[in-house]
Each structure stands twice: as structure tokens, then as C-alpha cells.
């Protein structure tokens, strides 16, 4: 008897849901305990739930497969299921136990699921001997999973948006309306649009997924966002300040000031 | 810059030609007041140069006034008070370079051979600055019509193009992916609807190749696609995707270019239905006015979303084939207001397909 697994099926569209949940019955021990028809709810549920695996969409409103996972700490196990075939490369560097691309059948869905066993149960084995080590599922650092966010943009586009978790809630803020970043130990606090987000990322990943036309590093813990600077103020020799549109204050420090006077000639 | 100017060659030709003609200057010249050869040509040549240069400058006149239809006329006195600064211009300068020669190198010209040398250069040069604005004009004139006749090539470039991307667009692989998904879960759940949406499959397809494959179509064949096609993302999206179609009856019997609304309704789906997560409504309208069709094609949208790209590159699509198809009458206009993208079609309404319209076969 297999060991019970515990699932959450997240597919924006109803027939998709209901076609795993038909395969998934065929497979004794597993229990679907979730179902989720956007991102929101994914972030939610997955968080709430801890399943041992998820199948997850790729493309689906308000935020994508890719996003849910980069909001998702510890990651649980995933297996995407898509019709487009252009993302499992990157699906395989955040390490998807696996890549179902639509349409598919029992046996490929069963192949996945024995795949997804045999993590799971390596992951447990692990554990046991040193039990420091990981708590649970097998997941991809966070920086792995901003790589396959990157990567999954394809070469030469930016990200558009920046999702932030506060608890349960989900903000997805447009790249336009952020005024700066600020790097606040392990985390990036995201201030757009008068309010401040904390996302637990490091600055550079950060600031390397956005518009480098747009977004500029421009202290060792800051990146403002170039259309929001009023203008340069010099305190003392090399010490400057951004002043931004609502009068808050950004240290620029010289090698930011290169970085800018580049940027904007 | 000149199109003789731009090059050094051309420069040299200019110049060369400009030279030459100085010989007959110089001959009547001589002819006016007997001078050797010498004085002649070291008057005249120089001067030939000079002036070379000036009437070229009739190119930016004829660019500033072209000609035909009513500006003709303000053309035509444009030139002729450019003729006579120019002919001034020239005169002035040779009044100088004689005065130069006669003081330098000849100096046993009387002095009246010179002002009557000056009064040459005038009368001469109005009319050789006319013969340059007219070469210009005709140069021009060539010019514009060997470029309307590469636009010409090249909107039916396009024109093929678009209908290629167009085609290729409508067989969207992922489309196809998604819908086959979809039929497989029917298969489990309710295998009446799964064989209903293999039939919207099969009927969708065949429609989208054997229009494709037309000049035109009638608006009601195209809507048949576009409904076909919403039956089958209405089994993917379920109550996510209402749609509301508004046709007068008028209008279905209008030819248009097939597949034009197709990928605008696609569009719609996939921003305002896919990516949203509390769907919406799909509006298609078409209404006929006088000579004109309207199509509108509408979808809900956050107001708060990116205009994405990609969006812009299959709406140029449908903009060129509407050009192609209806010339100046033919208009695209996209608009996002109160939370709906709109995407409006104006075209010529046309009952029968253009070409074929036979004089006298519709009464013996």
C-alpha cells in the first residue's frame, strides 16, 4: 500500500480540474484535498494546506504558475501541466518533479506520480538521517526560482510586475508604480503607490528581473525607479540624495551616481 | 542634400559638366567683344562652376512648390522670382571676378566689355536656372511615380504576408492542445458532450481552412467560425465566458476580408477571459450604416493590467489586411474605457465580391 498523498490541483479551467481528478481516483492513497482555479487561491491554499504535490498551470490569471511557486516558502512539490511546451526547461531547473503537457493520459499522469512518490520518499529518507536538513519537500532555492521566473521571460524582457505575499494576501504591483526598493536584511522592501511590501528576496535578484531602463541600482541597498526622481541633491563630497516626486529621500552613492548620469546622459 | 551632391563622383560630374559648358559662354563672349580665347575662358569657366552650383539649388524650390493641380501656378512664379535672385546672384559674382582679372591678368579690357559681360550673365541666367527647375521637375516626377509603384509592390507584400500570419495564427497550436484537453476530460464525465465538442472541433477547423482559403467572405460565414469557435472555449472557460452577439440582419450578407474578426475575438478571450479571474462578457457587434459596416469587438479588461506586447502585433495584422481590403474607407480604432478594450472595424459594405460585379447581368 503506497503512502497516502496529499494534493492540490490548481488549473484555471474547470475540465482540466476535473479530467486530473478522474486520473488521480485510479491511484489509491492519494487525496486531492484542494482545488484552485487561479493563482490567488493557489498562494492561499497551498499555503494553508502544506500539500506533498501540486499540479500546477502555467498560464492563468492575476498570477502564473511561476509566480505562485516564487510566493510559495517552503515550495511544495510540483508537477506543471500546460499546453505550452516552450517553459520545461526552466520547469526542470526549479526542479518540477515533472512536465505534463496537454493533452496527456493515465499512463503519463501515472509516470509523473510514481516520480513524484520517489522524491518525496527520498526527501523523508533524507530527513531521517540528518534531520537539519530540508523540512519536507524537495524545493528549489529562492534564487533558482527568480532564475526560472528570468528564464521563463525569455532573453530581453523584464518582469511587468513584482508579486509580494502579506500573509494571505497577494499584491501584484505593476513595475510602473514602484518608487524604490530597499534591501532590509534577508528581505526587499518593495515601496509603491504609498504603501511598503516586504518580499523575501534579495536585492539583486530583484532588481535584475526589472527594466534596467527603468530600475536603478543606485546605493548598495537601494533601486529607485528612474521616473520617480525629481532630482539629485549633493549634501556633502560624494554623498547625494535622490529626492523623489513626494519629497522622500533615496541615498545615491558614487557609484550610483555613475550608474544614473549613464542611464540618463 | 541634392541627389547629385551626395556622392563625390557625382560631385566631380557636376563640376566637369558645369566646365564644359563655359566654352560657349566664352564664345560669345568673344563674339560681343573680340578678347583672346584665354581671357574668355578664364572668365567664363569659373563662372559656368559657380553658377552649376546655383541652379541646382531649383531642387529645393521644386520640392517646396511641386507641381500640378492648383499649386501650379504659384509654382511657376516661385521659379521665376528664384530664377531672377539666382541670375542676380550669379551676376554679382561675375561683376567681382572681373573685376579681378581686369585688374590682375587682363587689363586691357575697356570697361564698358565688362558691364556688358555682366548684362550677358543676367539675360543667360534666368533662363538656364528654368531649364535646371524644369529637368528638376521632371526628375521629381519620376522619382514619385517609381515610388508608388514600389508601394504599391510592397502593400501587396504585406497584404500576403498578413494573410499568412493571419492563417497561421488561426490554427493556434495551443488553442488546438487545450480544446483536445478538454475533450479528454469530457470523455470521463460526459461523453455526449465530449463527441458534441469533437464535432465544434472538426467543424471549426474546416471552416477556418476553407475560408481562409478565399478572397472574401460574408459576414455571416465569419461569425459561423466565431461561434463555433466560442462554443469551444465556452466548454474550456465555462461560466467565465459569456458572449453577447448583436447582428443586424443587414449585415451578415456583407463581404469581408475571412478571418478578420477571428483572431479580434480570439484577442478578447484570451485578455479578457483567460487572464481574468472572474471572466466576463465577449461582445460582437455588427451593424451596417449607409455605404459602411461596423464591427465592434469588446472584452473586459483590469484597468490596472499592462498593455501587453503582442497585443499591438496582431492588431497591425488585422489593420493591414483591413487597408488592403478597403483602401481609405477602411478604419481600425481600439479604445479602453470603463474597464472594456473595444476594438471598432469600419469597412465598406459590400453585398457582392468586388471583382465580379458584371454590368448588365442583373436584367436581360
Known sequence: MPESLRVVLVDDEAPARSLLREYLAAHPGVEVVGECANGFEAVKTIGELSPDLVFLDVQMPKLDGFEVLELLDPAPAVIFCTAYDEYALQAFEVHAVDYLLKPFGRERLAEALARARERLALAASRRESSPAEGDGAPEAAPAARAALARAARGPGRHAERIVVRDGAQVHVLPAERVDYLEAQDDYVAVHAAGATHLKHQTLSELADSLDPARFVRVHR???????????????????????LNDGRQVPVSRSGHERLKELLG | MHPLLGRPARLL???????????????????????????????????????????LSAWWVCRRHPMGGAGSWRAASAQCSASIQASAVWAGMGAIWAVFLSRWLYPDLPRAAIFRDIGVLFTVGIPLYLISAIAHYLFLAFEASHAAERRVLETEVTAREAELRALRA???PHFLFNSLNSVNALIGSDPEGARRM??????????????????????????????????????RFGERLRVELIVEPGATACRVPPLLLQP??????????????EGGAVRIEAVREGGLLRLVVENPVDDDAPVRRGEGVGLDNVRRRLEVFGARDARLVTSRQGGRF??????????????????GAAHA
Not at chain 2, 479580434?264 to 479571474?277: C, F, M, P, T, Y
Open chain 2, 198 to 235: 469533437c464535432e465544434g472541433l472538426g467543424d471549426f477547423l474546416r471552416r477556418t481552412l476553407a475560408l481562409g482559403a478565399r478572397e472574401t467572405v460574408s459576414l455571416g460565414e465569419e461569425l459561423a467560425l466565431v461561434e463555433r469557435y466560442l462554443g469551444i472555449e465556452q466548454v
Open chain 2, 264 to 277: 479580434l475575438v480570439e484577442n478578447a478571450v484570451k485578455h479578457g477571459i483567460q487572464d481574468r479571474v
Open chain 2, 13 to 55: 560630374l557636376v563640376i566637369a559638366s558645369a566646365a564644359l559648358t563655359g566654352v560657349p559662354l566664352a564664345w560669345l563672349l568673344r563674339l560681343l567683344e573680340p578678347r583672346p580665347w584665354s581671357a574668355a575662358l578664364a572668365f567664363a569657366v569659373p563662372m559656368q562652376v559657380f553658377y552649376g552650383f546655383v541652379v
Open chain 1, 221 to 243: 541597498s537601494f533601486v529607485v525607479n528612474v521616473e520617480r526622481i525629481a532630482r539629485i541633491e549633493l549634501l556633502a563630497k560624494d554623498q547625494r540624495v535622490a529626492v
Open chain 2, 170 to 172: 488561426q490554427l493556434n
Open chain 2, 342 to 359: 473595444r476594438v471598432t472595424l469600419t469597412l465598406p459594405a459590400h453585398d457582392e465580391v468586388p471583382q465580379t460585379a458584371i454590368p
